[in-house]
């Protein structure tokens, strides 16, 4: 697979995407909440599937660690979504290489769908 070719192709597909949301808000009356999510449910799964796609290949770029933040290991997070510690709802967190923070979050959810990056040990996380 030709990863920079799949990125180009999930950045396309993200912004059609977006329109396509963003479309249906503007001319879709809102008739409930229960209506309104059921209706905009298949676009915002569609969308939170690329987006987990887009941060597994995605190369990272890195800086300098925020001095906010927990550091833990990746396999200490992942046990704590486990357990019921961490949800989205909670904040994100960010892989971390050698003392540095990367560009590409990770959320709680991501572990139920196996959506962990393998070329990281460590990650900050960000409480709301």
């Not at 949301?21 to 503007?26: A, G, M, Q, V």
């Not at 961490?86 to 979050?105: A, C, L, M, Q, T």
Request: with cysteine; hydrophobic share 30%; charged share 40%.
């Amino acid at each position: 697979m030709d990863i920079e070719k799949r990125l180009k192709e999930i950045e396309i597909e993200l912004e059609k995407v977006e329109a396509e949301i963003e479309e249906r808000e503007k001319t879709d009356p809102l008739k409930g909440w229960e209506i309104y999510c059921a209706h905009m449910q298949p676009l915002w799964n569609k969308e939170s599937k690329l987006d987990r796609e887009q941060r597994m290949l995605k190369t990272p770029e890195f800086k300098k660690i925020s001095n906010y933040g927990d550091v833990m290991s990746l396999e200490s997070f992942i046990e704590c979504v486990k357990d019921g510690g961490f949800i989205d709802y909670d904040g994100f967190g960010r892989y971390v290489k050698d003392d540095k923070e990367s560009d590409i979050n990770i959320y709680p959810s991501d572990i139920g769908y196996g959506a962990v990056r393998k070329d990281f040990d460590t990650i900050i996380w960000f409480n709301r």
